[in-house]
């Protein structure tokens, strides 16, 4: 009896492992996901995001940026807060519902000026994300709700977009 409480035991702890460390990697790919939407913003490269996105959900982006580009406009922008609910996980796929607190701006690239003055927002999502190989892959993306803040004293994001040097990527060695 007492050995069969040990493999219990041992096997609620493997299995508990595996999924802190999987917990780990999921809220890592949504914080590189949210991001990265900063930085594609602010490049217009929309391919920065392909590899952590099944293809529908790039599509959908890639025309959400273009639409900014083709009309002369960058989002500039900053997460101030971003939290996340307990993951639910179902065979290959996970899925997690966020918290997100953002300030941002669209700023007319011609003027250089704002075409949309900062606000604050808070936007409820959630995501579900598949396994792929050693990474999770986000494959749908659902805005559940959101609250707009107007705030004279909001930190403003700046206008001016900044050239940035290309960063060493340091996921490779995990």
């Given at each position: 009896?007492?050995?069969?409480?040990?493999?219990?035991?041992?096997?609620?702890?493997?299995?508990?492992?595996?999924?802190?460390?999987?917990?780990?990697?999921?809220?890592?790919?949504?914080?590189?996901?949210?991001?990265?939407?900063?930085?594609?913003?602010?490049?217009?490269?929309?391919?920065?995001?392909?590899?952590?996105?099944?293809?529908?959900?790039?599509?959908?982006?890639?025309?959400?940026?273009?639409?900014?580009?083709?009309?002369?406009?960058?989002?500039?922008?900053?997460?101030?807060?971003?939290?996340?609910?307990?993951?639910?996980?179902?065979?290959?796929?996970?899925t997690i519902n966020t918290?997100?607190?953002?300030?941002?701006?669209?700023a007319d690239l011609v003027?250089?000026?704002?075409?949309?003055?900062?606000?604050?927002?808070?936007?409820?999502?959630?995501?579900?994300?598949?396994?792929?190989?050693?990474?999770?892959?986000?494959?749908?993306?659902?805005?559940?709700?959101?609250?707009?803040?107007?705030?004279?004293?909001?930190?403003?994001?700046s206008v001016e977009l900044?050239?940035?040097?290309?960063?060493?990527?340091?996921?490779?060695?995990?």
């Amino acid at each position: 009896m007492k050995n069969y409480f040990l493999t219990i035991v041992v096997t609620l702890f493997c299995v508990t492992s595996i999924y802190a460390n999987q917990d780990k990697y999921i809220k890592d790919a949504l914080l590189k996901y949210n991001y990265g939407i900063i930085k594609m913003a602010k490049s217009g490269n929309t391919h920065l995001l392909k590899d952590m996105l099944s293809y529908k959900v790039h599509e959908k982006l890639m025309v959400w940026a273009d639409s900014w580009k083709f009309s002369n406009l960058a989002m500039v922008a900053k997460i101030n807060d971003l939290r996340f609910s307990p993951i639910v996980y179902n065979e290959n796929n996970a899925t997690i519902n966020t918290m997100e607190n953002w300030t941002y701006a669209y700023a007319d690239l011609v003027k250089k000026d704002y075409a949309l003055k900062p606000i604050n927002i808070f936007y409820k999502m959630n995501y579900t994300l598949q396994k792929d190989g050693d990474k999770w892959k986000i494959i749908a993306i659902k805005h559940l709700e959101e609250e707009v803040f107007m705030d004279e004293n909001i930190k403003k994001p700046s206008v001016e977009l900044k050239k940035e040097k290309p960063k060493e990527d340091t996921t490779a060695t995990r």
